[in-house]
C-alpha cells in the first residue's frame, strides 16, 4: 500500500475519536510503556510462597556482563559444595570459568575459520562466524567444557576485575583481534599458504589472546587452598590442590546430566536428539546435544529434580512480559498490546520460526508450588543473578503459563528422565543450522 495523506487524516480521526486510545497515550507517554501497561494485583500464580523451597543461598550479581549462564551453573554448583561440607555459605569463581571459556572460544574461532576458508565471504555461515565471536553469552555443554579440562576454584583464589564485571570493552577489542586475524588466515590461504602454516599463525594468534586475557582478567591459579568452618564449626582444609582436584571434592559426574529442550517446531521432532552446528568452546570437547521433549515432559523432570533437593540449571526468554524493576515472569505482568488494542495470535512455534522469541537467559529454579495430588505446578521459585536489589530480594516467580510459552532449556539428572530420553540422548544428534533458536546463548 501507499501511505498517503487520506490514509494519515483517517487514522489521526480515528485515534482522536477513540476514548481507550487517548487514555493509553496519556499514560504511556508520562510514564512510559512497560510502566502504564503493568498488572499489580498478586494470586496463586505469581506469589512469593512455595511448598518446595530449597534452601537459600547467597544471590549473585553478574553485573554488567553477559555471564548468566555461568553464574546459574557456579550457583547449582555452590549448593553442591555447601551440602557436601555442610556449609551456610561458599562462593566459586566465575572469572576462573570466564577467562578458560574465552580463551578456548578464540581457539574455537580460528578453528571454525579454518573450516570455511573456501567460503565466499559474504556466505552467510561466516557473515554469522562474524557478527558477534566474543559475546559473553553460553550454554550448559559450554561450562562442562571448561569444568571438565580446567576445574573449578573459591572465589577468593580468582575473585572479579573490573573487566569480568563490565566486559564490554574487552569483548570490544577481542572481537577487533579476532576479525583481524581471520581476515590474516583467509588471506594466508589466498596466497598458497599451507595448512600447517596457517596453524602456526593460530598458534602465535592464541598467545595474543592468552596475553589479552590475562591482562584484563588476572591470571588464573595452578593451585589453590579451600579452607573454611562449616556451619558446626568444624575446620575444613584442602591445601595447595589442582582445580580439577578441587572440583572432584563435590563427586559431582556432569556426565550424568542431559540438556532437556522445548521447541515445538515442525524442524524438530521430540525424543530426538540435536546439535548445533559451529556452536562450542573446546574444540576437542563435547559438543552442545540436547534432547527435544513436549513441555509436560520437561515439567515432570524439573519437578522431580527439586523434590531430590537439587536446584535445576535452565534457560528462557527472559525479557517477554516481564518488568524488570519487578520480580514476575507472568503473562498477565505487563502487557503493552493490550494499550495499543493488537491481539496477539502467536504461539510458541511461530514464534521461533519467526525470530520473536529463543533462549535469552539461564537462571536456576529453588523450588516451586504444586499440587501434591495431582503433581501440577502452580509457579516457580527463581534464582536470578542480578544481585539482590533486583526483583524481591534477588528472586522472580514464573507462573506456570509463561513457563509453558517462554521456558526452552532445562538441566536435568538422568535418574529423573525416562529411558526413552536417556537412549535419544545418546543417539547421534541431527545437525542444526549455526543460526537455528535452538543455537542462542544464554
Request: glycine share 4%; charged share 30%.
Amino acid at each position: 500500500m501507499e501511505i498517503n495523506q487520506q490514509f494519515l487524516d483517517k487514522s489521526r480521526q480515528s485515534f482522536a475519536n477513540d476514548r481507550a486510545f487517548r487514555i493509553a497515550q496519556r499514560a504511556a507517554t508520562n510514564t512510559g510503556l512497560l510502566e502504564s501497561s503493568i498488572n499489580r494485583s498478586e494470586d496463586e500464580t505469581n506469589r512469593h510462597t512455595f511448598n518446595i523451597d530449597l534452601t537459600e543461598t547467597e544471590i549473585r550479581s553478574q553485573n554488567q556482563s553477559g555471564r548468566c549462564w555461568i553464574f546459574a551453573a557456579m550457583n547449582v554448583m555452590e549448593y553442591k559444595v555447601a551440602q557436601k561440607f555442610n556449609l551456610k555459605e561458599f562462593e566459586i569463581s566465575q572469572s576462573y570459568i570466564y577467562f578458560y571459556d574465552k580463551l578456548e572460544r578464540c581457539n574455537y574461532f580460528f578453528e571454525s575459520i579454518l573450516n570455511t576458508l573456501d567460503e565466499d565471504l559474504d556466505s552467510r555461515l561466516l557473515a554469522h562466524l562474524l557478527t558477534d565471536p566474543m559475546g559473553d553469552g553460553g550454554q550448559w555443554d559450554m561450562v562442562k567444557n571448561i569444568i571438565n579440562k580446567y576445574g573449578i576454584v573459591p572465589k577468593a583464589a580468582m575473585p572479579e576485575s573490573k573487566n569480568s564485571s563490565n566486559s564490554d570493552q574487552m569483548n570490544n577489542y577481542l572481537t577487533k583481534i579476532l576479525r583481524m586475524d581471520a581476515k590474516n588466515l583467509r588471506q594466508a590461504h589466498a596466497e598458497g599458504k599451507s595448512i600447517e602454516d596457517l596453524r602456526d599463525l593460530v598458534q602465535a594468534y592464541m598467545v595474543d589472546i592468552y596475553n589479552a586475557l590475562s591482562i584484563s582478567l588476572g591470571t588464573p591459579p595452578e593451585k589453590v587452598d579451600f579452607e573454611t568452618r562449616d556451619k558446626d564449626n568444624k575446620f575444613i582444609s584442602y591445601k595447595n590442590i589442582t582445580p580439577k582436584e578441587f572440583f572432584d571434592l563435590l563427586d559431582m559426574d556432569l556426565d550424568d546430566y542431559i540438556s532437556i529442550i522445548n521447541a515445538p517446531t515442525k524442524d524438530k521432532p521430540y525424543y530426538k536428539s540435536y546439535t548445533v552446528e559451529y556452536l562450542g568452546n573446546v574444540v576437542e570437547g563435547e559438543i552442545v546435544r540436547y534432547v527435544n521433549l513436549p513441555i509436560d515432559e520437561m515439567k515432570k523432570a524439573i519437578l522431580k529434580q527439586l523434590q531430590d533437593d537439587e536446584p535445576v540449571w535452565f534457560g528462557c526468554d527472559v525479557g517477554q512480559f516481564f518488568n524488570r524493576s519487578g520480580s514476575r515472569l507472568d503473562l498477565s505482568t505487563a502487557n503493552v498490546l493490550d494499550l495499543f488494542n493488537v491481539d496477539y495470535d502467536f504461539d510458541k512455534e511461530d514464534r521461533l520460526d519467526y525470530h520473536e522469541s529463543l533462549m535469552t537467559h539461564a537462571m536456576v529454579f529453588m523450588g516451586a508450588d504444586y499440587d501434591e495430588t495431582s503433581n501440577k505446578i502452580n509457579r516457580y521459585k527463581v534464582e536470578n543473578t542480578w544481585g539482590k536489589n533486583s526483583g524481591h530480594k534477588g528472586y522472580l516467580v514464573m507462573s506456570d503459563e509463561w513457563f509453558d510459552q517462554y521456558m526452552y532449556q532445562a538441566l536435568i539428572h538422568k535418574k529423573h528422565l525416562p529411558q526413552e530420553v536417556i537412549d535419544a540422548y545418546q543417539e547421534e544428534p541431527i545437525k542444526l543450522k549455526p543460526w537455528d533458536p535452538m543455537g542462542s546463548l544464554a
